[in-house]
């Protein structure tokens, strides 16, 4: 039987892989989205109702424009059987248009249904999204490729993490 951790998890591998079909997985069909967005270095709608329409904006769209997406839920895994879950993320990606690399980070805020086993509400806070050259990119994926994924203990992440003064920033922050 699905659980919120079985959710979340697709919501990231089609978000990631660029698969919306995965999101039926994820969230229920009534399910709501909102965004909470503190830098001006990417957009996003404050908010989307509905699965199509979360699929549209975190899956359709966001394939567009990134890719060579790695999505981390940075902590601990949800409590079985608990409806609601919060966690930093971390993502590192590639422009499609440019081939620069990006590191961002922020918070996931989860709601699930009665039973937790499909998620009827996600917050997103985007914190920080960085662009570093393109010359940056292979370093930052090949870290990103050997992290724990999806769920990345916050120790974990600095293993081997590029020597790169913005990546540094980031996890300094994701360390807290």
């Known amino acids: ?5 079985d959710a979340i998890e697709s ?7 660029n698969r919306p079909h995965l999101l039926t997985d994820a969230f229920a069909h009534d399910a709501s989205l909102a965004m909470t967005v503190k830098t001006a270095a ?8 509905g699965r199509d329409a979360i699929a549209s904006v975190l899956v359709i769209d966001f394939a567009q424009k990134y890719e060579n997406v790695y999505t981390f839920c940075v902590g601990a895994m949800p409590v079985e059987g608990h409806r609601e879950f919060s966690c930093d993320w971390l993502v590192c990606m590639t422009e499609k248009g440019t081939g620069a690399a990006r590191i961002g980070y922020g918070r996931y805020d ?4 009665s039973q937790a086993r499909c998620l ?17 990119a292979d370093s930052l994926l090949r870290w990103a490729s050997r992290l724990p994924y999806p769920w990345c203990a916050r120790e974990s992440l600095k293993a081997d993490a590029p020597d790169i003064d913005i990546v540094q920033r980031v996890l300094m922050q994701l360390a807290r």
Do not use: C
């Open 1 to 5: 039987m699905p659980n919120l951790k």
């Open 11 to 17: 919501y990231v591998y089609a978000k990631d892989g």
């Open 42 to 49: 990417i957009a996003f709608p404050q908010q989307a109702q």
């Open 110 to 113: 989860w709601t699930g249904d």
């Open 120 to 136: 009827t509400r996600l917050h997103i806070t985007i914190e920080e999204m960085a662009t570093l050259p393109k010359a940056s």
